[in-house]
């Protein structure tokens, strides 16, 4: 991040200047490692510690937060506000004081995930982004209900979401392919860009935008890093060649945010071999919006789309206008999204159950505590 030194660079806007605790400075997180945020402010780029506190909704976090909140106390940094859930994540803007992140200021955005396995809690991926690059290669048969659910969690984010197909120097038919993903991905640009021969990455950085940021999502092995790369035009993030099965690998092992020449700010990010909804119903909305409007048009409210008569579903079907893979996907992704909505929700009134208790046990080990 060498030679940014103003925070208009990195996408700081005057009106969040109500938003900073007092006797604080903004800084940007462009990389969290372990507890320590990596950060750049205006006066260049450093580690520093975050107040624990900042981490409490992570699992296993509560316990941790009376001592974190004593150490940091002691050097006067006292935490400000609870803090987001997931913890402080990159393209957030954190409040410095004393040499500690001490706030995390209000995302705009954010591209959030459920932590993979059978858990209902949230990972933030990147918070504070304009847009979503959603990432996919022309080099193989077309993915269309890969790209439609990283479009979902997209539409979710409050970014603008932008579909971009690397390996186009591998595709032989670049227009047909580019048609077949514009399809499903309704109301969004979709850019084929080949990080070999040059072509389409004016296009990419004129979809974000100086001043402007952006997060890469998409599988491994589709050319995230290598586009990250070409669109830097020096090396930012180490490439692999992909397995003789045709399988990617990880090459990002940390999510990073890089500000390319023109401004544009990118995050790159590890692939994701498992991409679960996080309460994602809107976003669901939105990525299959012409189910949605058909199913809105049919005649009873609880219609199943099955065999019930007056079906608007079912007609586009018969009639051909509605592939019905999509029509699939989309009763899964929905009835997905519902479960972890659920979960959610039972996740956060267990939560609540352990806070109450621990803070009673906290009150009833006070030494002075008046004896009834």
Known sequence: MAGVTHLAALGWTPDRAAELPPDSRPARVVRVDRGWLRVVS????????????????????????????????????????????GGPAVGDWVALRAGWAVAVLPRRSAFVRTVAGRTSAAQVVAANLDAVLVVDALAGPARPRRVERYLAVAWSSGATPVVVLTKADLCDDVPAAVAQVAEVALGVEVLPVSSVTGEGLAAVAA??????????????????????????????????????????RHTTTARELHVLPGGVLLVDTPGMRELALHDDADGVAAAYADVAELAAACRFRDCAHRTEPGCAVAAAIDAGTLDPARYVAWRKLEAEAHRQALRSDARARATERARVRAFTRALRAQPNRPRS
């Open 207 to 248: 979809a974000v935008g100086p001043g402007r940021t952006a997060a890469m999502v998409g599988p491994s092995g589709v050319g995230k890093s290598s586009l990250a790369n070409a669109l830097a035009g020096v090396p930012v993030a180490p490439t692999r060649e992909i397995r003789a099965d045709g399988r990617g």
């Open 42 to 85: 205006d006066d260049g780029e450093r580690s520093v510690p975050a107040v624990a506190a900042l981490h409490e909704t992570a699992p296993g976090a509560v316990a941790r937060t009376t001592v974190a909140r004593t150490t940091a106390a002691r050097s006067g940094a006292v935490l400000d506000r609870p803090g987001p859930p």
